[in-house]
Nanobody
Framework: QVQLVESGGGLVQAGGSLRLSCAAS????????MGWYRQAPGKQRELVAM???????NYADSVKGRFTISGDIRENTVYLQMNSLNHEDTAVYYC???????????????WGQGTQVTVTS
């Protein structure tokens, strides 16, 4: 099994910053990418940012210039620095890892339990 644990969520005023952290552990043979998704009430889960094993990054248009993803895929850790937060960023943020376990043939997407980010005015 693969376990992902997030931390760093909380309450922040509009314009403020938060840093999310995620660490994966378990029977991980290979990792393609790690990333952050979010789900606001009544909305679908959406990709926020992703980093690949090659170091490439991808961001949702809504967070470009404000959020920065970083981490060490080989160490199974990923971070999300969130600046200039606004009310629309309020959501549960989920860490995800596209990984293959030892003995497995395919990659799967594994999820953390989520951490709440609430931006107040």
């Amino acid at each position: 099994q693969v376990q992902l644990v997030e931390s760093g969520g909380g309450l922040v005023q509009a314009g403020g910053s938060l840093r999310l952290s995620c660490a994966a552990s378990g029977s991980i043979a290979s990792v393609r990418s790690m990333g952050w998704y979010r789900q606001a009430p009544g909305k679908q889960r959406e990709l926020v940012a992703m980093i690949t094993s090659g170091g490439g990054t991808n961001y949702a248009d809504s967070v470009k210039g404000r959020f920065t993803i970083s981490g060490d895929i080989r160490e199974n850790t990923v971070y999300l620095q969130m600046n200039s937060l606004n009310h629309e960023d309020t959501a549960v943020y989920y860490c995800a890892q596209e990984a293959k376990q030892f003995g497995a043939f395919i990659y799967r997407l594994y999820w953390g339990q989520g951490t709440q980010v609430t931006v107040t005015s």
